[in-house]
């Protein structure tokens, strides 16, 4: 079983980056599907990024161009480099780990981290 910490978080401005960090422990990441979500108040958590252990990546409409996800395999860590933050951007954000087959990310992660949270101010 995989161990998720998120980190990175914080308070930003429009039009800044933040780079979010989740350090997994207990097993590889290659080994599952990694995804980043978030949940804003009041909404429910989606799906913002994700990449599979083959390395296929994922990027909601409203964040491609703006987010890379990245993995480093060597740290065992996934990143999510956010660039040109916008207010609508704000909300807890979550990793997730997935080792079903096949790949579906319509689908709930098995494992989750317990959050950062993200704060852009106009």
């Known amino acids: 079983q995989v161990q998720l910490v998120e980190s990175g978080g914080g308070l930003a401005q429009a039009g800044d980056s933040l780079r979010l960090s989740c350090a997994a422990s207990?097993?590889?990441?290659?080994?599952?599907?990694m995804a980043w979500f978030r949940q804003a108040p009041g909404k429910e958590r989606v799906l913002v990024a994700g990449?599979?252990?083959?390395?296929?990546?994922y990027y909601t409409t409203s964040v491609n161009g703006r987010f890379t996800v990245s993995r480093d395999d060597a740290k065992n860590t996934l990143y999510l480099q956010m660039n040109n933050l916008k207010p609508e951007d704000t909300a807890v954000y979550y990793c997730?780990?997935?080792?079903?087959?096949?790949?579906?990310?319509?689908?709930?992660?098995?494992?989750w981290g317990q959050g950062t949270q993200v704060s852009v101010s106009s």
């Open positions: 207990g097993s590889t990441l290659r080994s599952y599907t």
């Open positions: 997730g780990a997935d080792s079903r087959s096949p790949l579906n990310w319509a689908i709930r992660p098995q494992y």
């Open positions: 990449m599979s252990g083959a390395g296929l990546i």
